[in-house]
């Protein structure tokens, strides 16, 4: 499949329109602009944008992608995927619609809701942002029409101002000034987060951190004064997990980072050969907060 060539790029070192040149997902394509900046897409098939000093975040390692790409393969957070298509599809227009998936990791979430939008008769030009190289070499070749981009979600977004028509943000940071900048007024912002009790069962085992208390509040007030909740959805479903899958659950998020395999491992040796855990998910779907009447 192609790559779109009409999305809306800024240059991040000028801010011109960035031109897609060339069309091979496998890398030889070229973003460039008008002022002679270009950036040539790696050999996996994303494109790297950090310039300067690029960022002070960590990025997920090669092992926890692994571990995410893993697990998210088999299927066991289809029915996240599935919600999270099931609210933005029906906001994009038939043409030329464009999505912003925000920290995109592997690409699977993005995956499904290209393929529901497909099945609908959509057409969808789509943005995949992450830190993370290793995850975006996954996503580019599960998402090869897309446009995959290295970058942090917390500086300006190399994207053109009411431009974009959903942005999914799925366990993944937000900065609601700037989905509100590159969202068109008629836009949506669906994100997913998990809520208290969410794998208590896996976390206890294997030392994954809980889920704080008062997370959706702190989500709506952080949102504020950019977003309005238009409706939440909880997601919540059984699990049925072996050892190795429940060391790539916990291996796979924000644990990845001070947590090796075989240490847990050695933590789920004497338990069952089956873990049973419970997802508990909220999907929120925002909308841009209308301006007070004067």
């Known amino acids: 499949m ?5 999305l809306p790029l800024l240059c991040p070192v000028c801010s011109q329109p960035l031109e897609l040149l060339g069309q ?11 002022a002679g900046h270009s950036f040539d897409a790696a050999r996996q098939g994303y494109f790297n944008l950090l310039v300067g000093k690029g960022t002070a975040f960590e990025a997920d390692s090669a092992e926890m992608v692994d571990a995410r790409f893993t697990f998210l393969g088999n299927g066991h ?6 919600a999270v298509a099931a609210a933005v599809v029906p906001c994009l227009a038939a043409e030329a619609a464009v999505v912003l998936d925000s920290g995109t990791g592997t690409g699977h979430y993005l995956r499904v809701l290209l393929d529901a939008a497909s099945a609908q008769g959509r057409k969808v030009a789509a943005l995949g942002l992450d830190i993370s190289k290793f995850a975006l070499r996954r996503a580019a070749r599960l998402n090869p029409e897309a446009v995959n981009l290295v970058w942090d979600i917390w500086q300006p977004l190399p994207v053109a101002a009411g431009s974009v028509d959903a942005v999914t943000v799925v366990f993944a940071p937000r900065n609601a000034a700037e989905f509100a900048r590159v969202l068109k007024p008629t836009g949506r912002l669906v994100v997913v ?28 007030s952080a949102m ?10 909880d997601i919540d479903f059984p699990l049925s997990l072996s050892r190795r899958e429940a ?18 491992a050695a933590r789920l040796e004497d338990h069952p050969q089956t873990i049973e855990a419970e997802a508990r998910f909220r999907l929120t779907v925002f909308s841009p907060a209308q301006p007070p009447m004067p």
């Open 193 to 220: 987060t998990p809520r208290p009790g969410h794998l208590s069962s896996v976390a206890a085992l294997t030392g994954m951190l809980g889920i704080e208390e008062g997370k959706d509040t702190r989500l709506t």
């Open 24 to 34: 091979h997902p496998a890398g030889q394509s070229r973003l460039a602009c008008g």
């Open 2 to 6: 192609p790559l779109h060539a009409d």
């Open 77 to 82: 957070y289809g029915p996240v995927a599935n």
């Open 247 to 264: 060391a790539d659950l916990a291996l796979m998020g924000p644990a990845g980072h001070h947590l090796d395999r075989p240490a847990v």
């Open 224 to 233: 504020a004064p950019h977003f309005e909740v238009e409706s939440t959805r």
